[in-house]
């Protein structure tokens, strides 16, 4: 079945890294995604993963895949006031029905 | 490159009306989808339109249907509205509407049903 979960809240100090978690039970399950809302707005694509890597960086982002526990991470570095937001991973799979399966999200609260 | 567009941004209707809410993808996108927001259910998938056609459906009523014009703007209808159809209502827009295409999504349309 189709289910991604995510912890709802995580608060970290400006300056620090974050390390967002996300799992994931579709095994066809190709293309994972991390997207930000921030408050009144829609959702901004952060950064993707294909299944068949491992890991990816992309400036203050880095994106690590487990696909054996099905585990997804978001972690950005020098986190900053501006990073406050819900970050959702989403999920698509490569065959059959194109849509995203989204998690809950996750709500980052950076303190100064 | 003007980003996704979704107008109107917010919207009051009463029980038992109907709303149309339209999405204007990037230029060149022909692959629009449609996505509820709920804080009850989160993020839900209701359908995908790409050339015209209407390619993929969520689990939503036959209340819910849309339309894509020649032009890849789309428009959404949600009939006899209910108290719970309240949310944000998020299009996505894609190049070609493959598997991995990156899909770009609208600031929303919020609907409040009273």
């Known amino acids: 079945g189709e289910d991604v979960e995510q912890s709802l809240f995580l608060s970290v100090r400006e300056g620090d890294s974050s390390v967002i978690n996300c799992t994931y039970t579709d095994s066809s399950s190709t293309y994972l995604y991390w997207y930000k809302q921030e408050p009144g707005a829609g959702l901004q694509l952060l950064t993707y993963i294909f299944s068949n890597m491992d890991m990816k960086q992309d400036q203050r982002l880095t994106v690590l895949l487990n696909k054996k526990d099905k585990h997804l991470s978001l972690r950005i570095a020098d986190t900053q006031t501006g990073d406050s937001a819900i970050y959702f991973c989403a999920e698509e799979r490569s065959t059959g029905r194109r849509a995203l399966t989204f998690g809950s999200g996750t709500r980052l609260q950076v303190q100064p | 490159k003007a980003g996704v567009t979704q107008t109107p941004r917010y919207l009051i209707k009463t029980r038992g009306q109907q709303v149309t809410l339209s999405c204007s993808p990037i230029?060149?996108?022909?692959?629009v989808s449609w996505y509820q927001q709920t804080p009850g259910q989160g993020l839900q998938f209701l359908f995908e339109y790409f050339s015209e056609t209407q390619r993929n459906k969520g689990n939503f009523p036959g209340r819910f249907s849309g339309r894509q014009f020649s032009n890849s703007r789309s428009e959404m209808n949600v009939s006899t509205l209910e108290l719970g159809d309240s949310a944000l209502y998020l299009c996505?827009?894609?190049?070609?509407?493959?598997?991995?295409?990156?899909?770009?999504f609208g600031p929303g349309t919020r609907l409040t049903v009273l």
């Open positions: 996505a827009s894609s190049w070609g509407g493959s598997h991995g295409d990156e899909q770009f």
């Open positions: 230029s060149g996108h022909r692959s």
